[in-house]
């Protein structure tokens, strides 16, 4: 079935520790998103890719990296978590071309960063 | 950049009473206007959007009006029931360039009551 799906869906880690968010979608987007939220909060652009090899920062600064070696994929990465970092990270992902609007999001990456 | 603003930030309604939430942007290059709802825990879903070529569009118990002179759009549930409870986020975007990069407003806790 065409999603975006994220992993893992729950982390708690310990301050310092380097970590890897996996997004993959089958849908054939060309542009990926990763938006930073607390519960019910605000969402906050944080990294964008319009294709391969294409990765731009967002509205919020963010320590994070991310790259894109496969249209599919978009992992993001923390090299060394912190608490402020604490929040859930969500991945989305749109088509292309003018008539292709919608933003389909994935379930979601919850960090705790002790 | 664009600057989406949304408001109320909280809206209690009575089970089958109308809610709108309204929302304003800033960028004229803007022309496409989703509305997302995200209800607790799961992941933000499209609910109805509209492109800047009209003024109105209606899918059953939902409508956006969008009035570009103004720069604003607004979203309005009719017959409210207890399952429309969630948190609503408007946004605004070009279809073309920039990344289509989504800017979100900051959302609306909608709460239907018994």
């Known amino acids: 079935e065409a999603d975006i799906y994220q992993t893992p869906r729950y982390l708690v880690i310990g301050t310092g520790k380097k970590i890897t968010l996996e997004c993959s979608q089958t849908?054939?987007?060309?542009?990926m998103y990763w938006y930073q939220q607390d519960p019910g909060m605000e969402l906050h652009l944080i990294h964008y890719?319009?294709?391969?090899?294409?990765?731009e920062k967002g509205d919020l600064s963010s320590e994070s990296t991310v790259s894109r070696i496969r249209t599919e994929h978009f992992p993001l990465t923390l090299e060394s978590a912190r608490p402020s970092h604490t929040s859930q990270y969500l991945c989305?992902?749109?088509?292309?071309?003018?008539?292709?609007?919608?933003?389909?999001f994935g379930e979601g990456s919850r960090l705790t960063v002790l | 950049g664009e600057n989406v603003e949304q408001h109320p930030s909280t809206l209690s309604v009575q089970e089958g009473d109308s809610a709108v939430i309204k929302c304003t942007y800033s960028?004229?290059?803007?022309?496409?206007f989703p509305w997302y709802k995200q209800e607790l825990g799961k992941r933000p879903q499209l609910i109805i959007d509209?492109?800047?070529?009209?003024g109105e569009k209606k899918d059953q118990r939902i409508a956006v009006t969008l009035n570009k002179t103004a720069k604003h759009f607004s979203l309005h549930i009719t017959e409210t029931q207890p399952e429309d409870s969630a948190v609503y986020f408007c946004?605004?975007?070009?279809?073309?360039?920039?990344?289509?990069?989504?800017?979100f407003g900051t959302g609306t806790q909608l709460k239907v009551e018994l």
């Open positions: 946004a605004a975007s070009p279809l073309t360039g920039g990344g289509n990069k989504l800017t």
């Open positions: 849908m054939g987007h060309d542009k």
């Open positions: 509209i492109r800047s070529n009209v």
């Open positions: 960028d004229s290059a803007s022309n496409y």
């Open positions: 989305a992902s749109r088509g292309t071309g003018i008539n292709t609007g919608e933003l389909f």
């Open positions: 890719s319009y294709g391969v090899n294409s990765t």
